[in-house]
């Protein structure tokens, strides 16, 4: 549906408060904090035309003025939507992404015989590979919105809600398509459900814990994986929930309580070797800092704010984060590294490269995620959600 006169005016006010200081979603998050009487529809309809601008930013002439750059950008993600072929995989290669980022990705069809001396892209025409395609194509549509419902009532949550659909990818799964103020919704206030992508639920369900088992969930942030990893393990056992930043953790915290989650601890850790505890674990998830590649779907001004240099640094952090953490698991543990990005110096490089440092750690299938392999990457056009990378190993 086009969007009306007052969703553009207030498009047009946020968008001119974004800098690379302030992204796009911290801006529309301080806008609606300044107008907080706007009704929970028409501030859906301002994010939507915002991201739906980022998305399609490289096609627009931004010498017009804001209201026609908006207008152009809006009337393409229209004919996009009404047919998503109309856009040629070259223009959404050389458009919807950065230029840095197609040799930054291991696309599964160059992995076949390739021997290429400088990376995969190295061997390839200009032609977008047919998974490159499918994923420039789902970047530019607007991303799913994922519920992960209580144990056991996913049907329950989606019959409750209205427009909710259960997953085959992840049993608690409920990816919601209504209109509600998910905030504002009984369920939300009794903890029957977290806002969770379903990249992120594969991640706790890869690390597959056991009721009564102590963990460690390395980057904790707001909590969102260890609320997964208490409810896998039925409010048994102990997780330590660290991060670096205190005020997340508060927030941790909040959510614990109002899903009733209390086998949890929190201490605050910045990556360094001085571990905040000399517990071992039974097992560890490291769910670290990175670029976000995968959540460009969803938060499209990112593509135009991350570098090849974030990536690098980023790295380095995972690096020492694994590096550093890998000796508080116990003979016999399972380490598990998450991170919600595709590039191959977040990924394999740095799951290859802790197998080589690491002897004693083994890699380890992903059973039950119904997998032989010991990593896998997620791709958002095959998950209609995150681009998400898991590893696994277990330690001798
Ligand atoms: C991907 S987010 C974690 C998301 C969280 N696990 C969840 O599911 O909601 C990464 C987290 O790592 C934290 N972080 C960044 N650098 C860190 C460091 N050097 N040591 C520990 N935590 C760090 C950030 O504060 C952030 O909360």
Redesign the pocket.
């Known amino acids: 549906m086009p969007a009306d006169q007052t969703t553009l005016n207030h498009t047009a006010r946020v968008l001119v408060t974004v800098t690379p200081q302030l992204p796009a979603d911290a801006a529309l998050r301080r806008y609606f904090y300044h107008h907080d009487r706007l009704a929970p529809q028409l501030r859906r309809a301002i994010s939507r035309c915002v991201f739906n601008y980022y998305r399609w930013l490289r096609w627009v002439d931004t010498k017009q003025s804001l209201q026609k750059q908006l207008d152009h950008a809006l009337h393409l993600n229209e004919c996009f939507v009404r047919d998503a072929k109309s856009v040629k995989p070259e223009a959404l290669a050389a458009r919807a992404v950065p230029e840095w980022l197609t040799a930054e990705i291991d696309w599964p069809e160059a992995k076949v015989g390739a021997v290429v001396p400088n990376g995969p892209s190295a061997a390839k025409d200009n032609r977008p590979y047919p998974s490159e395609a499918a994923y420039l194509r789902q970047l530019q549509r607007e991303p799913a919105l994922w519920l992960r419902a209580r144990p056991g009532k996913a049907h329950h949550l989606a019959q409750t809600l209205g427009h909710g659909q259960t997953s085959q990818h992840a049993p608690d799964a409920v990816r919601y398509s209504g209109e509600k103020d998910l905030f504002r919704t009984a369920q939300f206030h009794e903890g029957a459900f977290e806002i969770q992508d379903l990249a992120?639920q594969l991640v706790a369900l890869a690390a597959a814990p056991f009721p009564g088992q102590t963990w460690w969930?390395?980057?904790?942030?707001?909590?969102?994986?260890t609320l997964h990893l208490a409810d896998l393990m039925q409010n048994k056992g102990l997780i330590w929930a660290t991060?670096?930043?205190e005020r997340?953790l508060q927030t941790l915290k909040r959510r614990a309580a109002r899903a009733k989650i209390f086998n949890f601890r929190t201490a605050t850790?910045?990556?360094s070797e001085r571990l905040p505890t000399k517990a071992k674990f039974d097992g560890i998830l490291i769910?670290?800092?990175?670029s976000g590649v995968g959540t460009w779907q969803r938060n499209p001004h990112a593509r135009w704010t991350t570098t090849l240099d974030d990536v690098r640094e980023l790295a380095a952090?995972q690096t020492a984060?694994l590096h550093h953490a890998a000796g508080s698991l116990k003979s016999g543990g399972r380490l598990l590294y998450a991170v919600?990005t595709l590039t191959r110096s977040e990924t394999t490089a740095i799951a290859d490269a802790f197998t080589a440092a690491h002897p004693e750690f083994t890699p380890a299938p992903l059973q039950a995620l119904g997998s032989s392999l010991p990593a896998l990457t997620l791709w958002p056009h095959e998950l209609n959600a995150n681009g998400m990378f898991i590893a696994a190993w277990q330690k001798a």
């Open positions: 992120s969930d390395a980057c904790a942030g707001e909590g969102g994986k991060d670096r930043n997340r850790w910045d990556g769910d670290a800092p990175c952090t984060l919600c």
